[in-house]
């Protein structure tokens, strides 16, 4: 059975940093690539980050470029995101999701880890 | 930037079919892809590349993508169904877009 599960979440005040994680099990981890979706509370889904099967290629939404960095290690079937300067606009639902292959799109998600930026 | 436009929201009676679009320039053009997410549960994938089914999606969630229109249609739908439902299509210069989201409300 496929499984993502999401950690690292919580409260943080303006301009400090966060690091997720999101453990897979369940698929060939390394055949897929991996991204970060957000949802902000009460509102629709935004694409944030992309990195490739072998970790070469990696993308940003403009929202995050710069202070967000993804990476991940295939050995641990894990998937990281470290969040920098956060700011109160970045509160949100954050979830993994897998994409298989050049599909562009979402095939399976992780029930998400809570992120609050808060004074 | 690339955008997507969807209705806000769709009300339907059970048995009935749904129909639910999403708009952008040249969609057809790319693969849409349509997410459902009830409340308090992650998105799941119900349609790809424009009307494909993954496994275990019942058969009555059914894609069409042309020209600058997708439509997710849910033919004889359920109290079950009742749920936001976001079309996604890939960008070159944007990467993954999303639409805003349809709440689809059965009664």
């Known amino acids: 059975e496929v499984q993502l599960v999401e950690s690292g979440g919580g409260l943080v005040r303006p301009g400090m940093s966060l690091r997720l994680s999101c453990a897979a099990s369940?698929?060939?981890?390394?055949?897929?690539?991996m991204n970060w979706v957000r949802q902000a509370p009460g509102k629709g889904l935004e694409w944030i980050s992309k990195i490739s099967g072998s970790g070469s290629s990696i993308y940003y939404a403009d929202s995050v470029k710069g202070r967000f960095t993804i990476s991940r290690d295939n050995a641990k079937q894990s998937l990281y995101l470290q969040m920098n300067n956060l700011r109160a606009e970045d509160t949100a639902v954050y979830y993994c999701?897998?994409?298989?292959?050049?599909?562009?799109?979402?095939?399976?998600w992780g029930r998400g880890t809570l992120v609050t930026v808060s004074s | 930037s690339f955008e997507l436009t969807q209705p806000p929201s769709v009300s339907v009676s059970p048995g009935q079919t749904a129909n639910i679009t999403c708009s952008g320039e040249?969609?057809?053009?790319?693969?849409a892809s349509w997410y459902q997410q009830k409340p308090g549960q992650s998105p799941l994938l119900v349609i790809y590349q424009d009307s494909r089914r993954p496994s275990g999606i019942p058969e009555r969630f059914s894609g069409s993508n042309s020209g600058n229109t997708a439509t997710l249609t849910i033919s004889g739908t359920q109290t079950m169904d009742e749920a936001d439902y976001y079309c996604?299509?890939?960008?070159?210069?944007?990467?993954?877009?999303f639409g805003p989201g349809t709440r689809v409300t059965v009664l």
């Open positions: 369940g698929f060939t981890f390394r055949s897929y690539e």
């Open positions: 040249k969609l057809g053009d790319t693969y």
């Open positions: 996604q299509a890939w960008d070159s210069t944007t990467l993954y877009v």
């Open positions: 999701a897998g994409e298989r292959g050049v599909r562009r799109d979402f095939e399976f």
